[in-house]
């Protein structure tokens, strides 16, 4: 079992910045996990945001790539998503997810096998 605890998010304004946290746990829990950032604003399917896995530099959408940094600690088994220049159309509820081994198909959220609760991020003027 994986046990995914998700902090951050908010409220920010146009260009702002905001900072997400996953807590990965549980016994089966290890670093050949695939974590994943996903998004779903009001109306609109759940989309891939980032994804990192050991040894290979994080993914990234094109709506968020330049903005958008996802980083992982090994050793406290964390993952960030920090959010820069933030635009309204970054509204949405997060989610970060995690795969066993997941590399090919990292970007479609029907491969992933836990998921966190989600957090909500406003972006407003």
């Known amino acids: 079992q994986v046990e995914l605890a998700q902090s951050g998010g908010g409220l920010a304004q146009i260009g702002g910045s905001l900072r997400l946290s996953c807590a990965a746990s549980?016994?089966?829990?290890?670093?050949?996990?695939?974590i994943g950032w996903f998004r779903q604003a009001p109306g609109k399917e759940r989309e891939f945001v980032s994804a990192?896995?050991?040894?290979?530099?994080?993914t990234y959408a094109d709506s968020v790539k330049g903005r958008f940094t996802n980083s992982r600690d090994y050793v406290k088994n964390m993952v960030y998503l920090q959010m820069d220049d933030l635009k309204p159309e970054d509204t949405a509820v997060y989610y970060c997810?995690?795969?066993?081994?997941?590399?090919?198909?990292?970007?479609?959220?029907?491969?992933?096998?836990?998921w966190g609760r989600g957090t909500q991020v406003t972006v407003s003027s």
């Open positions: 990192v896995w050991s040894g290979s530099a994080p």
């Open positions: 997810a995690a795969a066993l081994g997941l590399t090919f198909g990292h970007n479609e959220y029907g491969r992933y096998n836990y």
């Open positions: 549980g016994r089966a829990y290890n670093y050949r996990y695939t």
